[in-house]
C-alpha cells in the first residue's frame, strides 16, 4: 500500500515548529491541493484556525498535540505516521451559522465549529428573548450571556461556564446561559440538532451585547439566529485508542 500523501501544517510555537521540523525530516510534505490529509501540529486553539480554513474543503485533518489541553489532537508521535493515520476514526464536525442584525441594521454571518457567544458589552446585564423554532421559549433572561454549543464545543466555553458535555453523535446542541439572574433556576436546554435558535436583545442600547462565533466578534448586535449546516461536514481523524467519544467521556468523569 503506497504512504499516505500529508501535508503538514504547524503552529508557530517553539514545539511546534520542532515538531514540524522533526516530521519534515522523516516524510515529504505534500501541497494541500494534492495531499490525502492534513496533518496539523499544536493545540486545540491552532486546530480550530485550520478547521476554519478548510471547512468546506471536506479534507481530512490529523491532529497531533504540541499544545496544553488537545481535546482535538492526538498523542505526539512521528513513528509510523501514514499507516497511523489509516487506522484513525473519522469524526465529521457540523459548524454553525450565525446570523446577526446590528443597531445599524446590518446582516453579517459567521460560521462556528465550537460555539456562538452573546455577551453584554457593558456593566449591565444582558436581557434577551430566547425563541426556538419560532417559538417564544423565554420572555427575557437576564444574564452576562448565552452560549449555544455544537458536541465538540461543548467540552470548552460551555464548559466552563457550567454547562452539560454532549457526546459527540449526540446530534444536540445545548444552550446554556452565563451566569443567569432571571429565570434564576434555568440552567439552559439540550436543543435538537435541527433546531433554529432566535436570541433577541431587549433594551439593546441601554444593554448592549456582542455577538461571537469562535473568532468572530460582532458588536451592538440587536438579533442573532443560529443554526447548524449539515450540509458542511468536517471529517477530523482520532486514533481508535484515543479517539473523541472516549475523551468525553472522561471530561465528564474528572476531579
Known sequence: MNPLKMHFLADRTPSAKEALKCVLELYPNTPAAKADVIVVLGGDGFMLKVMHRYLNKNMPLYGMNRGTIGFLMNNYDVKNLSARIRKAVTVNLHP????????????????AINEVSLLRQSRQAANIKVNINNKKRLDNLVC?????ATPAGSTAYNLSAHGPILPIEANLMVLTPISAFRP???HGALLPRTAEIELNILQSAKRPVSAVADYTEIRNVVSVKVKEISEISLP???????????RVLKEQFQD
Open 184 to 186: 434564576r433556576r434555568w
Open 236 to 246: 477530523v481523524l482520532f486514533d481508535p485508542e484515543h479517539n473523541l467519544e472516549e
Open 96 to 111: 454553525l451559522e450565525m446570523t446577526a442584525i446590528t443597531e445599524s441594521k446590518k446582516e453579517i454571518k459567521a460560521m
Open 144 to 148: 452576562d450571556g448565552v452560549i449555544v
